[in-house]
């Protein structure tokens, strides 16, 4: 809806609307497909890194079931940490396929609508003392100032600190 939106103000610039659409069509293109390129190259890579062959991934339900809905969403995203994700939600359909596809499905649904800081937040909640030591930042000390401080040093502005609460009464 946004692109239409934006197709049709370019439009209205005289003379030189057309060609303004065009190119904005043009860079919209060509920056989806780089994205789809590496997209794909990163999936064929681990998919082989785990010796499955390719010729055969048109038999896998649960590849097949997961690809379309992850590429979607990795063409429309520029975070690592979401692509990363949605990755191994696609290996995990493909390898492990006797899950029932409605698990696989509701799960994917749910990486698709978190948002880069989400994925952040939960890779951080998912081991905090192991992100400390590899970023060899010392742990907070959560019993002189809550487990904000946890969340605000990996993602500043999440944990709900003085710096969110201002910019809610903003």
Same mark, same amino acid.
């Given at each position: 809806m946004t692109e239409a939106a934006t197709r049709a103000a370019l439009s209205a610039v005289p003379v030189a609307g057309g060609?303004?659409?065009e190119l904005f069509q043009y860079v919209t293109n060509r920056g989806r497909a780089a994205r789809m390129r590496e997209w794909m190259e990163g999936i064929t890579a681990e998919i082989e890194r785990l010796g499955i062959s390719v010729e055969?991934?048109?038999?896998?339900?649960?590849?097949?079931? #997961?690809?379309?809905? /992850?590429?979607?969403? #990795?063409?429309?995203? /520029?975070s690592p940490d979401k692509i990363e994700a949605l990755r191994n939600a696609v290996l995990n359909a493909t390898l492990a396929p006797d899950l029932l596809a409605d698990r696989h499905a509701i799960l994917l649904e749910i990486l698709i609508g978190l948002t880069p800081t989400h994925i952040k937040l939960l890779k951080l909640f998912d081991d905090p003392r192991a992100w400390y030591a590899e970023t060899g930042e010392p742990l907070p000390n959560v019993m002189m100032g809550g487990q904000h401080i946890v969340v605000e040093r990996r993602v500043p502005?999440?944990?709900g600190g003085q710096d969110a609460a201002r910019s809610r009464h903003v």
């Open positions: 060609a303004l659409v055969t991934l048109d038999e896998s339900r649960g590849f097949l079931d #997961a690809i379309g809905p /992850a590429t979607r969403s #990795a063409v429309e995203t /520029a502005g999440a944990g």
